[in-house]
């Protein structure tokens, strides 16, 4: 087996990997230096929509592995990639636009806190380009059982 092919792959396994602990981590925060906790449905147990995620990086990584043989299925990381790209952009948007990140509000008994990103979107986002990334490069590799022309062109041929 060429190294070459191995790389979409890896990639992919990469993505799920990352994925996988991003689903763990939290996705906002109260800011160091302030007190308060945060409820964003995403805390605790994994929610429906972690494991998702978490079962689209897998799938990324089965499309990688099939597009070993078939080239066309190159598509499947890259559009489980895409998945998990816009829907942690729309988690960020909806905690971005309500109360709001990196602004001061007004919590219980007039204390003044600051919600920020945790690790989670940066890990989604991370994960989801490397399955991206798997898509697009495994199209380029060739699947297995393809002549790349070169033994065609140095075999004479019979009449």
Known sequence: MRP?????AVLALAGFVTIAVGVHQGLVH?????????TTGWDGALSHEEVLLARLGLVGVVGAGAAFRWRRLAVVPAATGVVVLSYAFRAVLHYAQDP???APVTAFGGAS????????????VAGGALLVAAGVVGWGVRPAGTDDGASAAASPSKR
């Not at 070459?4 to 979409?8: D, G, Q, S, V």
């Not at 806190?113 to 989604?124: D, I, K, M, S």
């Open 30 to 38: 109260v800011a160091p230096g302030y007190e308060g906790t945060i």
């Open 4 to 8: 070459k092919r191995a790389i979409p």
């Open 100 to 102: 709001g990140l990196y």
């Open 113 to 124: 806190v600051r919600f920020v990103l945790g690790a989670e979107p940066f890990l989604l």
